[in-house]
């Protein structure tokens, strides 16, 4: 959701060269967090989509709508375009994902090819939430390959969002937690690890620990590391090292702020960040976080061009394309084919007394 002024934008129109970065990364890659829907769910389309994809150098894309939409208030004179607009408030809204699988669906097989879809429109906070992936997935069960962008944790958007917070702790989460793991899919989370106005110490870090711990058969996808705006934590690359250290079912995605926070601010690799991730490549991806606005892919992607350069061509070849093709690749339709984990059901109903003993509970299969 890059709406704020970047550094690594920049552009000189007296040096030689200098807007070629418009013309996308010199890498190519896989577009691993792209809103193709924005605030007030509208989108350019997707033949858009294909056309700024192929001149940013954008070989495929994980796609998904927005889970929240912004109202226009009866008091603001102009309606807004973004969620930090003005103070109107937001609330879930579960069209996007038909918005999403019908943009789909118009485009011809070899660009259905090229697109991840994710579900993303429901309340997190709602326990009857896993319906909607269900009837989503009856409804369009060749479109899907995976759960997200999960917007839990946010800056002014969990203010402004109707309803109480959501978090990835949430027991509402729980069964769609359990359900992807017993699907093999992905969930992709957005989480920030700490609040505005508390930089030292992570508050929020261990309710995203605590869901990744709970369910270690899903997959996670730790959106921008936890980073957000005005959110930063002491030792944020050892944190993020720790966690891909720890759980072996979590990966991440550079995306949005914390490439130019923490990554690269001011468009100069930081050498912890380089090593990190060197040894975990395999679970990082590269996403540009655009909100519908397909005509600044290039610019975006690029900017990851000095950073990409530190890294060996393994490495590299990962967090461009490899991990992203990993996590998402495959999975559409596995909802129909993927045979879940059976766990038996026990009746207790079957009740055995021993004469001059205890009673003893008999379980059956």
Known sequence: MPYEHISTWRREDVVKGSLDPLQGSKYRQVDAHLHVVNFLQETPGGDALMYYMDRANV?????FGMPVTKVWAEYDREPPDYYLANDARCYYYGYTDVLVAEMYRALRPEHQERLYPLICGFNPTDRFALRHIERLYEQYPDVWSGIGELLLRHDDLTAFTYGEPARANHRALWPIYEWAGDHDLPVLVHQNVTSITKSDHPVYLYE??????????????????????RVDAPFYTKMVERLLEQYANLSVDYSWIIYDVAICPGGKPQEE???LTERYSDRICLGSDLVGKFE??????????????????AARANVCWNTAERIYGGNKGKVKTH???????????RVTAFEGGPVQLTSTP
């Not at 070989?59 to 796609?63: E, F, H, L, R």
């Not at 711990?213 to 899903?218: G, W």
């Not at 879940?340 to 059901?345: N, R």
């Open 273 to 275: 960040w380089v090593a």
């Open 296 to 313: 600044r892919l290039g610019p975006e992607l690029q900017r990851y061009d000095v950073f990409l350069d530190r890294l060996s061509e």
């Open 339 to 349: 045979q879940p984990k059976v766990v038996p059901e026990w009746n207790f109903e």
């Open 59 to 63: 070989g495929k894309a994980v796609i």
């Open 208 to 229: 995203f620990e605590e869901a990744v711990r709970e369910f270690p058969r899903t997959r996670f996808v730790f959106a921008h590391c936890g980073l957000s705006r």
